[in-house]
């Protein structure tokens, strides 16, 4: 079942209890997306490295899930800023980009989903 609109933002602080938090809800997170199901795995992979490099750098991290219109999902990782952030999510297939001011980064990966049937 993919919802047609949602936002969900978790923020977590640094630790590793975090990362598993994380992992948990990102999984739970799946069955909205309404990628298929190898297209949801790479995007999972992707953004548990995300979550867990800035988790490991030290700081806070939120990350909004959102489908606000059409088939497009937008996931926003916001942390630490880390050096490679204008390369993210090579091979998860997602549209990327990345805003730094140097100290924190906001990094958008953005997929067109389809609808489960």
Same mark, same amino acid.
């Given at each position: 079942?993919? !919802? ?5 933002? *978790?923020? !977590? ?5 975090? %990362? ?5 809800? /990102?999984? !739970?997170? /799946?069955?909205? *997306? +309404? %990628? ?9 992979? =992707? $953004? ?6 800035? !988790?490991? #750098? ?11 219109? +059409?088939?497009?999902?937008? *996931?926003?990782?916001?942390?630490? /800023? %880390?050096? +490679?952030?204008?390369? *993210?999510?090579? +091979?998860?297939?997602?549209? =990327?980009? #990345? ?5 924190? /980064?906001? $990094?958008? $990966? ?8």
């Amino acid at each position: 079942m993919a !919802l047609d609109t949602f936002t969900f933002v *978790i923020e !977590l602080p640094p630790g590793q209890d975090s %990362l598993e938090m994380f992992r948990e809800v /990102s999984g !739970l997170m /799946s069955r909205y *997306i +309404g %990628l298929p199901e190898s297209e949801a795995r790479n995007a999972g992979a =992707a $953004l548990d490295k995300l979550v867990a490099e800035r !988790l490991a #750098a030290g700081g806070t991290v939120e990350v909004r899930f959102a489908r606000t219109s +059409g088939d497009a999902l937008t *996931i926003d990782v916001t942390g630490p /800023s %880390l050096p +490679g952030d204008d390369a *993210i999510a090579e +091979g998860a297939g997602a549209t =990327a980009t #990345a805003q730094s001011d140097g100290q924190r /980064s906001r $990094l958008r $990966l953005v997929w067109t989903a389809g609808r489960d049937q």
